[in-house]
């Protein structure tokens, strides 16, 4: 595995971004896609229809994305996930501790129920006392799948040989190796 200021040669084009909820993964895939000018799709706006269903032409529109020559997004969604990592040449995973990312996932789901800020195709994070009633509720799904991530990347060693992966462990990490993708750009 690669850290933050390891040279990456040839200069990735395809990218996916890993790690659990709430670290970070779409704020950096929309960074990186933005220092080496190429599209950044946000894999949630194309799973989640209206009213949190997901979309019917969700795996089509990934294999459509993913067919280009560049670009980046988030490593998520079981359907998939492996396609991703096939056609990826890099996967950035964001391995911040646990509490920094539950402490992130819970400020990032209070601003947007507050905020009553829209999400995908109109939806908007549930009321917060659902966190007691649905065992879906993003702050739960954070802290049951905290650990998750940090099982299949490793897997990926063996599974996507072609891919490489840049394990990054702080938000100093993030930023250094965007930092060091700008003067990548080619």
Not at 10 to 38: D, E, Q, S, W
Not at 79 to 91: H, I, K, Q
Request: aromatic content about 8%.
């Amino acid at each position: 595995m690669l850290g933050a200021d390891d040279p990456l040669d040839p200069v990735p084009r395809r990218i996916l971004v890993a790690g659990t909820t709430g670290v970070g993964k779409t704020t950096t895939a929309a960074r990186i896609g933005l220092v080496l000018g190429i599209p950044h799709t946000e894999i949630d706006s194309l799973f989640h229809g209206p009213d949190w269903e997901p979309r019917e032409t969700f795996v089509a529109d990934v294999e459509a994305y993913t067919s280009e020559p560049a670009w980046v997004t988030e490593w998520q969604y079981t359907p998939v996930r492996p396609l991703l990592a096939e056609r990826a040449d890099t996967l950035v995973w964001l391995d911040l501790p646990t509490p920094v990312a539950l402490w992130r996932l819970l400020r990032r789901t209070l601003r947007r129920r507050f905020g009553r800020i829209e999400l995908w195709n109109g939806n908007l994070e549930p009321s917060l006392w659902t966190f007691f009633t649905d065992r879906g509720h993003i702050l739960r799904w954070g802290i049951r799948t905290r650990n998750v991530t940090r099982q299949r990347v490793p897997e990926l060693v063996a599974t996507a040989p072609h891919l490489r992966i840049v394990h990054l462990q702080s938000q100093r990490e993030i930023d250094r190796f965007v930092q060091h993708l700008g003067g990548c750009r080619g």
